[in-house]
């Protein structure tokens, strides 16, 4: 294999991409990568986005994993054109592709079994070289395949190896990618069931498609070669693809379960705004992504293939999140509210518009309105480090600020107040105070707070918190 640099601009408005999964299972961070890097593609130059499941493998594939995927990329914004495809709807072109190069003699029934093929790779590994098929039943001749055909069991490979010869992999990442024919294999591309293999049907399906550029993983650049001699033998025009580094763990092990890979419904549940996994996938391995574009549109705008790392990326769940931090920030209050109501189902609606608008900037995660449920009822829970803080400071402590409140209902001359009375100053003066209000350690500005509240339920909040640490010393 070599690369040789040759500049394959776009061809604007002519533009057509696909996803192609298998519905085997549940739409994974891997398959996200792919799905939106062909998405922002086809976005980016104005042409079209396919979807085409890839349902060949009928024992697999189940209809229930058709609509998850679906549902996961219109959950992420990646909107595909036209109807969805399935490859099993092209089956009879498969059976022609092969045909036809059966009758050109690149394509042949092989009769080995499984036991022979096994000690073929041995021997060919003991001797040093690559674990390729022997060739054993590429010249047979056609009576005796006939023959044989009828009650042995076969594959179907193509004749692709040969001592002399060359394929030539058209990709915009690494240049042409030049395979010699004697490097490759004979591949099988129907199995003993008479199923085809991912190859053949991917590579007409994207040629009957109209699919004129392919970004996948690196893993799959020798598929690529076979696909583009298979492509070629049959006349057709083989995509450009862009065979990119692929996506690893946050261990730097391959994406998997165990290396900290997600199913998009799994992220969906956490409460992922879907904007965060797009946000953090669309820059994974795209260096000069400007930080300042928001929205999925604007990142394909900016998009740029030819910048997609070759290199491997590794995938990481905090900057996923810190996105979501920064999205949830910039979120209108009807989007940000639907989201804080199941943490804090008690509250009056007009009551939850004022405290989401309090409370925005201090989530992380639309869960963390929680932390802040004392600001809506007062027996509700503290945050598991308020307790101390307020036992801390002592009852003594809150009688001065029920007090100082009587004669100083405002912020800033009531927190002069208390210092005065308790005694307290800097952190021990505000800490006690914040955490008897709000009920967490950290929050929105205290005068914010203050303003929420109300004296009513400033002076329940400072009982209460008197009431705790009278308790405490009860209890110890
Ligand atoms: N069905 C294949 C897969 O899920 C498609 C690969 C490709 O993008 O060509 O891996």
């Not at 294999?1 to 298998?22: C, D, E, G, I, K």
């Not at 025009?237 to 690893?248: E, S, V």
């Not at 261990?251 to 290396?259: F, P, Q, Y």
Request: charged letters at 25%.
């Amino acid at each position: 294999m070599s690369h040789a640099a040759s500049p394959l601009a776009p061809n604007a408005s002519q533009v057509t991409t696909r996803f192609a999964p298998s519905p085997t299972g549940l739409l994974h961070l891997g398959n996200v990568r792919t799905a939106l890097l062909n998405w922002l593609y086809a976005r980016k130059h104005g042409g079209s986005f396919l979807l085409r499941f890839e349902d060949t493998d009928q024992d697999r594939s189940q209809i229930e994993y058709i609509e998850a995927i679906k549902a996961d990329l219109s959950w992420l914004g990646v909107d595909w054109d036209g109807d969805v495809l399935f490859q099993s709807e092209h089956a009879a072109k498969h059976s022609q592709a092969l045909e036809k190069l059966a009758e050109k003699g690149l394509a042949y029934r092989c009769f080995c079994s499984e036991s022979k093929l096994n000690l073929d790779r041995k021997l060919a590994t003991s001797r040093g070289l690559p674990p390729r098929y022997a060739g054993r039943c590429r010249h047979l001749d056609a009576d005796q395949v006939a023959d044989r055909a009828k009650d042995e069991p076969f594959v179907w490979r193509l004749a692709i190896h040969a001592d002399a010869g060359e394929v030539i992999v058209p990709d915009a990442l690494h240049g042409d990618v030049t395979f010699a024919l004697r490097d490759l294999d004979d591949p099988v591309v129907v199995r003993s069931d008479g199923s085809f293999t991912f190859l053949l049907p991917n590579a007409v399906d994207d040629a009957v498609d109209g699919i004129t550029h392919v970004l996948r993983g690196d893993d799959h650049l020798t598929n690529s070669a076979y696909q583009v001699w298979l492509l070629n033998s049959l006349g057709y025009k083989a995509p450009i693809y862009f065979h990119h580094g692929l996506l690893l763990g946050q261990d730097g092990a391959k994406l998997s379960k165990r290396s900290g890979s997600h199913s998009v419904a799994e992220l969906r549940d956490e409460g992922l705004l879907p904007g965060a996994l797009v946000q953090a996938m669309a820059r994974l391995g795209h260096p000069n992504m400007p930080d300042a574009l928001h929205d999925s549109t604007a990142i394909a705008a900016h998009f740029n293939a030819e910048h997609v790392s070759t290199s491997s990326v590794r995938w990481s769940d905090e900057e996923m999140w810190r996105w979501h931090t920064r999205l949830l920030h910039e979120l209108d209050s009807e989007l940000l509210i639907p989201m804080i109501r199941p943490f804090v189902p008690e509250v009056q609606p007009q009551r939850l518009v004022e405290f989401a608008a309090l409370i925005e900037r201090n989530l992380e995660r639309a869960s963390d309105a929680t932390l802040f449920q004392r600001l809506l009822a007062v027996d509700a829970a503290l945050e598991a480090e308020a307790l101390p803080v307020m036992r801390e400071a002592g009852a003594d402590f809150y009688q001065h600020a029920l007090d100082a409140w009587q004669d100083n209902p405002e912020w800033k001359s009531w927190t002069a107040d208390v210092k005065e009375r308790s005694g307290a100053k800097g952190k021990a003066l505000f800490m006690p105070l914040r955490v008897a209000l709000s009920g967490a350690l950290h929050g929105p500005e205290m005068s914010d707070v203050v303003a929420f509240l109300g004296s009513e339920n400033i002076v329940a909040r400072l009982e209460s918190a008197k009431h705790l640490c009278l308790e405490g010393q009860a209890g110890s």
